[in-house]
């Protein structure tokens, strides 16, 4: 249990560094076709959560990742904090105290869902699921090599470029949000990578 804690507190820290370390250029990302604010609101949110990372590393995985989520909701303004939020504490509802990898990735895709439902989007919309989606797609289809999903994602990330907004504050800017990285994708991309990071650490 005790190094269960201790991998939940190195997962969130690794987390939090990365948002913190990219929030001013998720800030410029969404300055380009957003509310500009998606790196301030995600940092102030993971803040949040650091704070009370010693109250939520000790509890079992499924309470850990909806306690997350929940913080996110209440912390992280516009729409990033309800979506993100919803992928957490969907995690953490799906998952069993004790996950398997078979768990893991039958969560991921059950939060995935979550999001998607939740944002009204598909894969495509130039959102966060342009990179959910792929990661959970490699995953289902067995590999959980680390390096090759933490490349998937910014892979990923990268090929909201060319994609034509359909979803969220950017869908108001048509053809003009070409040519721009979605934020959401590139803050999911990095967590993943902080994540994928960690997880080689302790393999």
């Known amino acids: 249990m005790k190094q269960d804690a201790e991998l939940r507190q190195a997962l969130l820290a690794a987390i939090v560094k990365v948002i913190e370390e990219h929030a001013d250029e998720l800030t410029s990302l969404d300055q380009a076709i957003g509310d500009g604010d998606h790196g ?3 940092k102030r949110g993971f803040e949040a959560v650091a704070a009370d990372a010693a109250t939520l590393t000790v509890k079992p995985w499924p309470d850990f990742l909806k306690g997350v989520g929940m913080t996110l909701v209440m912390k992280v303004g516009g729409a990033s904090g309800p979506l993100f939020g919803t992928l957490f504490m969907t995690l953490g509802k799906e998952l069993p105290p004790e996950p398997t990898a078979v768990d893991l990735v039958k969560a991921f895709r059950a939060a995935i869902a979550a999001v998607q439902s939740r944002g009204k989007a598909e894969a495509g919309h130039k ?24 490349a998937k994602a910014h892979a990923a990330s990268e090929a909201t470029k060319p994609l034509k907004a359909i979803r969220g504050r950017a869908s108001f800017l048509g053809d003009r949000s070409i040519g721009h ?7 999911s991309a990095l967590m993943i990578g902080a994540v994928a990071n960690v997880l080689k650490e302790v393999a």
Do not use: F
């Open 40 to 42: 301030i609101n995600m």
């Open 127 to 150: 959102t966060m699921l342009d990179v959910l989606i792929p990661v959970a797609e490699q995953l289902e289809g067995g590999n959980l090599e680390l390096d090759a999903l933490s």
């Open 181 to 187: 990285m979605d934020p959401g994708a590139r803050s």
